[in-house]
């Protein structure tokens, strides 16, 4: 400890005596790492997978089952009232939902103002297949259509200002409702299940409702509805569930490979039944989507954050290029000294243990400027593309990896020179 | 050829010099080799410096070649350096990445003469002093005697009218000293005016003329100095030096 | 004077010094050259022709917070005393409701075909519902037919007459005139100018009128207005009070200008390019810091040799010239790597964003930038080594 304390010493008396490449070293380093960090936060935090035990067993089945006839199309990405009816009628999924959201305005009373809301409607497998937590209440024991509400736990404290409200009554959208439930603090990024149109990057929902209670009051998607045919879409209770008004996401949990094969032979029966009763009219595409693969499904990677990722590590590149290339010419200048010490008995190991306190110093200087560089940048970012601002906190592991990165980088670039300095020629060197 | 009228020079600075040179007055004829002797930090490197132009000097005046070097610009320092003196260092100050050939041409570059009359110099100048064959070999691939000889070739491949060469044979043996000796003379005998800055009392006698410097100051005897003894001279052929 | 020949050499001698700097010298290039691009490329979205004027339009974003509201007839109650409370406020030239906002990435959109012939299908084509004061709001001229001064409800029987714009009645029907004929949507009307509907669609100036109630407002609706010139901040501020006076159940979602859907709708772009923009100025700041402490080192290192030089009668003039024609060597030398790597990551780039092929001025004027910055940096610390003092330098230890 001694000895370290002393090699911290003497890295700091050679960096006052040459100050300037010193700092500017530094302000290389930690620019090109901020930057870094600042993007690796966002890529991380985009490509998480939201529920890493599960995500493999979650598809999303799409098919052309539409009322025009079009070849080679790619199958629309919602599906009708009637196809999920259909994908449904089999026991082979361990649990399957439907859903879509829609947005709302919620009351205690009709005399107050309004709370806009986001709303999800629903199945009740919903809540098992994503692992949302109860706080109160339970889920509705079925799929069926019923005046009933599950309300985030924000939301329940902004209404009630208490958590514990089952059984009270409000008005959402001029219609009564009980609570069934209120869940528990629940966050899910990227919400994956809702991927349509960049969805995903969004908060969860503030209220769920049943499904069929949504078709019954005839709540619209607010993200995504297409008609095939001529039909009426303020007329969801009626039109909605048997005409081609496209809105539903529907998710299958598929626990085994089995499991998988099974549904896809199921599909692949129901469209050729449905082709024979010529209501396929175009030629069958059917496609089971895993929940890992649906954001690459509906082409919506974020191509920015991907090309600025490309070019914060060229950039992360050039800095440590640049930040070795200044520190080379430090130890270059130090030579003498680093002779001189050599002559006096010090080993190379001894050299090599100074440079290690000199890495150190620096990555401790530059991980504190780095973190620093690095939040502006994700204010920036947060600033120029708000769409992704929900991906931009740390963790600890997201920190401590990015501290990881920050001793690597002060190790490469203080490696080389330090090495240089250590075998090169003794005698040389003194005698110059 | 050199005309030094009541020169001074104070140092204002914290250098490795405290000596300054005071009212120095010296002639120097074309053709001559004046031998520069004193004790250590008596401002004979600083006169020497003075002379080539390398330091500025605080008043009197200097007449080089009959111009005065007094308010000259950078520019034209450097040029009338290039064109009309030859440096010899004890240390050489060859530069060590330059071949010979990198080393010799330089100056001439500086000149502004084209590849082909560089060339042309560069090889007779290193014939000179017997080095043609060693013209893409490095300093640090050469004795220092013969270092020394390359610096020489250096200096006179311009043919300055000048050779200032400060303690060129400090850092050699006596062997390599005289050979080195041998071919300064033989310069000299060719028309080149030298000065030389020795502590060799030896070298100083061999010299056409002495001139000692205490304290700044150039000793009564080196101011009444006779007659140069040697004030017209033939053109001779070079001579090959082994 | 200067020998190229030697300042390669020089350079070749420091061979991992050069090649770190040629590396990053070439990628800064490459990374200057494609952000200048991407950057240049959201300027011309940005100043591309809207057929708008894009100051003195203002677009309010609203929704009724009532269920009761949003149904008729109270909800065409609701716009009429609220289009009436608009238009009486001083300063507002023309008022209308849509559906939506021109200006957007995407929306309400549908097909449009001739119905003679289904084949020529025209697919995303934004459907505007409004009044006939719409086109007196974008001063969009009548190019034929008439607009229909009625609004027309949606009672499921009858046809409602369509306007289209004029490149779209081109491209629906080709080589006739447009008036009287029938789409799927309804008989045309008239054609009117084009103007940016979205950007989602097969071409931005395709739109599809009709003067007919809105259908549903599910995902609420707008209230478009023409200002006097001048007078668009006053009014927005105002506007919100006014609305919530002619009913209080509502809720206002924004109120924007036409230039501000433009920048909303390329914000994307926007952003990026300005981050890369960001990034390229770091850039150009790490490049210059690296000349910088090279010559700076350089100078420390090499004060012998610039003493020597001194004394064979190198003047200060041209041992800075001989500095900064080795800085501007290796600035070359790693710009010609540069630009291979200003293309390939124009490559790799376009896999991932839209992004327009690199041409040949832009990585040659990003080499003369950087130049310029490299020859700045250089300066100083080359003139700190013209003061090298020949006769310290030459001095013997």
Same mark, same amino acid.
């Given at each position: ?40 936060? =966002? ?16 598809? =999303? ?167 095939? $045919? ?28 089995? $499991? ?37 499904? =509906? ?91 929900? =991906? ?41 | ?242 | ?17 050069? /090649? ?21 490329? @959201? ?64 929306? /309400? ?138 009913? /209080? ?37 790490? /490049? ?29 003039? &041209? ?5 900064? @024609?080795?800085?501007?060597?290796? @600035? ?21 964003? &839209? ?43």
């Amino acid at each position: 400890m001694e000895q370290f304390l002393y090699y911290l010493k003497v890295s700091l008396k050679s960096i006052r005596r040459a100050p300037l490449p010193y700092a500017l070293t530094i302000l290389i380093l930690s620019l090109g790492l901020g930057v870094f960090f600042a993007n690796a936060t =966002f890529y991380y935090r985009l490509n998480a997978d939201p529920l890493p035990h599960k995500s493999d067993k979650l598809f =999303f089945p799409f098919m052309n089952l539409v009322p025009y006839e079009c070849q080679n199309c790619e199958p629309p990405n919602v599906l009708s009232y009637s196809n999920v009816q259909k994908l449904s009628a089999t026991d082979i999924p361990s649990a399957k939902a439907a859903m879509y959201s829609a947005d709302g305005y919620l009351r205690l009373t009709p005399q107050q103002p309004p709370l806009p809301v986001k709303i999800r409607l629903t199945q009740p497998d919903f809540f098992r297949m994503f692992e949302v937590p109860f706080l109160h209440g339970s889920v509705w024991p079925d799929a069926s259509a019923r005046a009933e509400v599950i309300l985030s736990r924000h939301t329940a404290e902004k209404l009630f200002g208490e958590t514990d409200v089952v059984g009270r009554r409000l008005t959402l959208d001029d219609f009564e409702y009980t609570v069934s439930a209120v869940l528990a603090d629940w966050t899910m990024l990227p919400r994956l299940f809702d991927a349509n149109n960049n969805n995903h990057l969004s908060e969860v929902e503030d209220i769920y409702l049943p499904l069929e209670t949504g078709y019954d009051r005839n709540y619209l998607s607010n993200s995504q509805s297409s008609s095939f $045919q001529d039909a009426d879409y303020r007329k969801l209770a009626t039109d909605g569930r048997t005409k081609a008004i496209h809105q539903l996401q529907f998710w299958v949990q598929l626990d085994t490979p089995e $499991q998988q094969q099974a549904y896809r032979q199921f599909m692949a029966n129901l469209t050729a039944d449905e082709k024979k009763a010529g209501r396929h009219p175009s030629t069958i595409n059917n496609r089971l989507v895993g929940m890992r693969d649906i954001v690459a499904h =509906f082409n919506q990677q974020g191509g920015d954050i991907k090309a600025f990722a490309l070019v914060t590590l060229l950039f992360l590149l050039v800095c440590l290029f640049n930040a070795s290339h200044l520190s080379l010419n430090r130890y270059i200048a130090n030579q003498y000294e680093i002779s001189l010490r050599r002559a006096l008995g010090a080993s190379r190991w001894h050299i090599q243990q100074q440079a290690m306190a000199d890495v150190l110093l620096m990555a401790g200087i530059t991980s504190v400027a780095a973190l620093l560089i690095g939040y502006s940048g994700i204010s920036l970012m947060n600033y120029l593309l708000p769409a992704n601002r929900l =991906f931009s906190s740390w963790d600890w592991a997201l920190l401590l990896s990015l501290l990881a990165v920050t001793l690597g980088c002060s190790y490469l670039v203080t490696l080389y020179p330090s090495l240089r300095a250590s075998f090169g020629a003794l005698n040389q060197q003194l005698k110059e | 050829m050199i005309k030094i009228n009541n020169l001074s020079k104070i140092f204002r600075t914290e250098l490795i010099e405290t000596h300054a040179l005071k009212n120095i007055q010296l002639h120097v004829s074309e053709g001559e080799f004046v031998a520069l002797t004193g004790p250590s930090g008596s401002g004979k490197s600083t006169l020497l410096n003075v002379l080539g132009t390398l330091e500025h000097f605080d008043s009197g005046d200097y007449l080089l070649d009959g111009q005065s070097v007094k308010g000259l610009s950078d520019k034209a320092l450097s040029a009338l350096r290039n064109e009309k003196i030859g440096f010899i260092f004890q240390g050489f100050n060859l530069i060590k990445d330059y071949s010979l050939f990198d080393n010799i041409e330089l100056p001439l570059r500086y000149r502004g003469f084209n590849a082909a009359e560089r060339k042309r110099r560069v090889e007779h100048a290193l014939e000179q002093v017997g080095l043609a064959a060693r013209r893409d070999y490095h300093p640090s691939q050469l004795s220092g005697g013969q270092q020394q000889r390359v610096a020489i070739a250096r200096a006179i491949a311009g043919q300055p009218r000048i050779l200032l060469a400060d303690e060129p044979t400090g850092n050699l043996d006596s062997l390599m000293a005289r050979q080195v000796m041998e071919l300064l003379e033989q310069i000299n005998q060719n028309g080149c005016t030298i000065l030389m800055v020795t502590h060799d009392p030896e070298q100083a006698r061999r010299a056409g003329r002495q001139v000692q410097i205490i304290d700044g100051q150039l000793s009564d005897a080196a101011m009444y100095d006779p007659l140069a003894h040697n004030n017209a001279h033939a053109q001779s052929s070079p001579v090959a030096v082994a | 004077m200067i020998s190229l020949h030697l300042i390669l050499k020089s350079m070749l001698r420091r061979k991992v010094v050069t /090649s770190l700097l040629l590396v990053q010298l070439a990628l800064t290039l490459a990374l200057l050259s494609n952000s200048s691009l991407l950057a240049l490329q @959201t300027w011309n979205q940005l100043s591309q022709p809207t057929g708008l004027d894009l100051d003195n339009i203002l677009y309010v974003s609203l929704k009724p917070t009532s269920k009761n509201l949003q149904e008729y007839p109270a909800f065409a109650d609701l716009l009429e005393r609220q289009l009436a409370a608009v238009r009486q406020m001083p300063g507002v030239a023309a008022v209308s409701f849509t559906n939506q906002s021109p200006l957007m990435e995407g929306g /309400s959109n549908g097909n449009v075909n001739d119905e003679n012939n289904r084949e020529n299908n025209t697919q995303s084509v934004p459907q505007y519902t409004v009044s006939p004061d719409f086109l007196k709001v974008l001063q969009l001229d009548v190019l034929e037919g008439e607009i229909p001064q009625k609004i027309e409800a949606w009672d499921g029987e009858s046809t409602v007459p369509v306007v289209l714009t004029k490149s779209l009645a081109e491209r629906v029907f080709p080589g006739k005139s447009a008036i009287g004929q029938l789409t799927n949507g309804g008989p045309v009307a008239a054609v009117i100018e084009d103007f940016y509907g979205q950007r989602n669609a097969e071409r931005v100036m395709y739109n599809r009128l009709q003067i007919a109630q809105i259908y549903g407002v599910a995902w609420g609706y707008g209230i478009i207005l023409r200002v006097e010139p001048g007078q668009a901040q006053h009014i927005r501020s105002q506007i919100p009070d006014v609305l919530k006076t002619a009913d /209080s159940n509502i809720e206002i979602f924004s109120v924007r200008t036409m230039d501000e859907q433009l920048h909303r709708m390329f914000r994307n772009e926007f952003g990026l390019a300005t981050l890369l923009a960001v990034l390229s100025g770091l850039m150009l700041l790490v /490049s210059m810091i690296s000349s910088y402490s090279n010559a700076h080192f350089n100078a420390l290192k090499r004060q012998q040799e610039i003493g020597i030089k001194r004394a064979l009668g190198a003047s200060k003039h &041209s041992i800075l010239l001989e500095m900064l @024609t080795e800085n501007w060597c290796t @600035t070359a030398a790693g710009a010609g790597v540069g630009i291979v790597a200003a293309w390939l990551l124009n490559q790799a780039l376009a896999l991932v964003i &839209s992004i327009p092929a690199l041409p040949v001025w832009l990585p040659l004027s990003a080499l003369l930038m950087l130049m310029c910055c490299v020859t700045l940096a250089t300066w100083y610390p080359a003139t700190i080594a013209t003061r090298v003092s020949p006769a310290t330098a030459t001095k013997t230890l």
